[in-house]
């Protein structure tokens, strides 16, 4: 079973969703994901000032395995990137949760939060797949 963290949201999508208050979250791909992915060597994320929208793709992470999109949860203008990520995309398989996070978002929209997934809803989710 994948680790999720209680009290944060989660996409379809296996985004994680922080909320930082003052309208902000932070993001980043869940412990399963990463795990589905399998060792990442690239990530490509959206950089600090641009606008990202709910549902569509805001970057790609980059695995021995393959290459695949990832979706903004939440729409708004990024305020904030780990920057480290640039030289040790790595952060996301050993701390998804924690120094793996990606990006930090403004939320244009707040009323989207009411759309993901809780912590329970989402573990469920994946033992589906």
Known sequence: MSKVVENWLYSKEHEWVEVLGENRVRVGITDFAQNQLGDLVFVEIPQVGDEVTADETMGTVESVK?????????????????????????????????????????????????GLLTAQQYAAFVEEE
């Open 66 to 114: 393959a290459v695949s999109d990832l979706f903004s949860p939440v729409s708004g203008k990024v305020v904030e990137v780990n920057a480290e990520l640039e030289d040790s995309p790595e952060v996301i398989n050993s701390d998804a949760y924690g120094q793996g996070w990606m990006i930090v978002i403004e939320l244009s929209n707040p009323d989207e939060l009411k």
